[in-house]
């Protein structure tokens, strides 16, 4: 089995930067992406970013500009660096992988595990 423990979430004002972190164990498939998710209760599980084997990005709208997600595969890491930091961008974050990633209507916990919690203070 595939497992993601993320790390770095904590408290930064707004327009502050965060640096989440992820390692993964077990193997993931080949052709597998690399992603962060993040949920707002009752919101859907909101693909965030994303990075495929050859460094490709994809970022949601929302964080474009503001975001980047990197790796290092040796070390099986992702890394997410939130710069600019909004209130809107407070919630818990999942690190998942996987062949073919979406925004969909389920529980991120449930799927990808505990996450790790940005709060954004005023």
């Known amino acids: 089995a595939v497992e993601h423990v993320e790390s770095g979430g904590g408290s930064v004002p707004a327009g502050g930067s965060l640096t989440l972190s992820c390692t993964v164990s077990g193997t993931t498939l080949p052709g597998s992406v690399m992603a962060w998710y993040r949920q707002a209760p009752g919101n859907d599980c909101e693909l965030v970013a994303q990075?495929?084997?050859?460094?490709?990005?994809w970022y949601t709208k929302a964080v474009k500009g503001r975001f980047t997600i990197s790796q290092d595969s040796a070390k099986k890491t992702v890394y997410l660096q939130m710069n600019n930091l909004k209130p809107e961008d407070a919630t818990k974050y999942y690190c998942a992988s996987g062949l073919s990633l979406t925004t969909y209507g389920g529980s991120c916990e449930v799927y990808w595990g505990e996450g790790t919690l940005v709060t954004i203070s005023s």
């Open positions: 990075i495929t084997s050859g460094n490709d990005a």
